[in-house]
């Protein structure tokens, strides 16, 4: 992929105030607009250690669905009223720093804000001449490292071995079968729509893929896509969808619990089948992970990921919507499927 850089569009006469979006309230089942809010807010005066930003690309990912409700989790909940935080790549206006100058492109955990006064510890710079930009919030980013520390570290591949993914053409999951065929999976996807589940195989590279949402009998189309059984599942998904597995793990088989995006928006406790006869009959385990868990791995596996990309062995697919008032449409849109790889916001 050919990258021309980026030019600035920032007016700085405009910067001290911004607009921001908030959270107005804590959805009850599916997110919806009206659980959103934009405001009109000031930026504080810029102090020594300090940057002005100007957002240029916002993440829009389904775990911010759990920060969104109170109940207690690895991470703390937004507060009502207070703007939403996600991974925002964000080019630096003015800089009272040394460690950042004018015209630097930074990532960060950041505010739903045009324009933001933010510390820069915990901000890192980017390179707009290596990579497009966005590709830091997504194949060179925390969905990348989902996806390597994830197979790698628990699911323990084995080349010859059978890999099965659901949210096959997600941001993650479109990553985890690309590598699953670099060390020499048979590799399985599982996606909603026929276009998904052509795309598995034409531009990732999977064997075979499943459109759970024609599919009457997901045991059944399982057991025909992977015929020697299951030995890794990354799930993505939970739900009914992850229960049609269990019925075809083999045995020592890893499962991944990467994510659960299809009980993320039940108002009550799902209800599923009992998982242990499946792992006790077949000496498999299943490992929930969070991929800080694997921080002090993470530049090794960036570079890694940016090294098969540069060989042509990745492919970064991304769905980019554009302006800063559809950020909260993009974020519904997860639930909906209306992504093909990573969701991201152009500013
Ligand atoms: P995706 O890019 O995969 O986007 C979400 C996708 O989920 C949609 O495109 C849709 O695809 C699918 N989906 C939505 N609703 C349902 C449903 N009810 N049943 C089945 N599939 C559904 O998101 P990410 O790749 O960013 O994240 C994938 C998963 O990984 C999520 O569960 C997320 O929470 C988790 N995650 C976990 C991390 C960790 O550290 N453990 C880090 C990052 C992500 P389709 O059309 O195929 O239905």
Same mark, same amino acid.
């Given at each position: 992929m050919k990258w021309l850089g980026t030019v600035s569009k920032f007016n700085l006469k405009d910067m001290n105030t911004t607009k921001t979006i908030n959270l107005k309230s804590r959805p009850k089942g599916t997110p919806a607009l009206t659980d959103f809010d934009f405001t009109i807010s000031e930026n +504080?005066?810029?102090?020594?250690?300090?940057? #002005?930003?100007?957002? %240029?690309?916002? !993440?829009?990912?389904?775990?911010l669905r759990g920060?969104? +409700?109170?109940?207690?989790?690895?991470?703390?909940?937004?507060? #009502?009223?207070?703007?939403?935080? !996600?991974? =925002?790549?964000?080019?630096?206006?003015? +800089?009272?720093?040394?460690?950042? !100058?004018?015209?630097d492109n930074v990532i960060g955990s950041l505010q739903w804000k045009e324009t933001q006064v933010a510390k820069v510890d915990g901000l890192k710079k980017v390179a707009a001449d290596k990579a497009p930009l966005s590709a830091y919030l997504g194949i060179l980013g925390m969905t990348g490292l989902t996806a390597f520390q994830g197979l790698r570290e628990i699911g323990k591949p084995k080349k010859g071995e059978t890999l099965l993914v659901s949210g096959a053409a997600g941001a993650v999951g479109?990553?985890?079968? *690309?590598?699953? %065929? =670099?060390?020499?999976?048979r590799v399985v996807g599982i996606a909603g729509t026929d276009e998904k589940v052509e795309m598995l195989t034409s531009e990732?590279?999977?064997d075979e893929g499943i459109n759970y949402n024609t599919t009457e009998n997901m045991v059944e189309a399982i057991k025909k896509a992977c015929p020697n059984g299951v030995d890794i599942y990354f799930d993505n998904v939970g739900g009914e969808i +992850?229960?049609?597995?269990?019925?075809? =793990?083999?045995?020592? !088989?890893?499962? =991944?619990?990467?994510?659960?995006?299809?009980?993320?928006?039940?108002?009550? *406790?799902?209800?599923g089948i009992s998982v242990q006869p499946f792992l006790v009959k077949n000496s498999s385990s299943m490992q929930g992970f969070i991929v800080s868990d694997f921080a002090d791995k993470h530049a090794e596996g960036i570079k890694q990921l940016a090294e098969w990309l540069? *060989?042509?062995? #990745?492919?970064?697919?991304?769905?980019? %919507?554009?302006?800063?008032?559809?950020?909260?449409q993009a974020f519904l849109d997860l639930f909906e499927g209306k992504n093909k790889g990573k969701m991201v916001v152009k500013i």
């Open positions: +504080s005066e810029l102090q020594e250690g300090e940057v #002005l930003l100007g957002t %240029k690309y916002v !993440s829009v990912d389904p775990y920060r969104m +409700s109170d109940a207690p989790s690895y991470i703390e909940p937004f507060q #009502l009223n207070k703007p939403i935080v !996600s991974g =925002i790549i964000a080019e630096v206006l003015v +800089s009272k720093s040394t460690k950042f !100058s004018k015209g479109s990553v985890v079968g *690309q590598i699953g %065929k =670099i060390l020499g999976l990732f590279g999977f +992850s229960d049609a597995v269990l019925f075809n =793990i083999n045995k020592f !088989s890893r499962t =991944i619990n990467c994510g659960a995006i299809s009980v993320y928006n039940n108002t009550e *406790q799902p209800i540069q *060989q042509g062995k #990745l492919h970064a697919t991304e769905t980019i %919507k554009e302006g800063f008032d559809n950020i909260p």
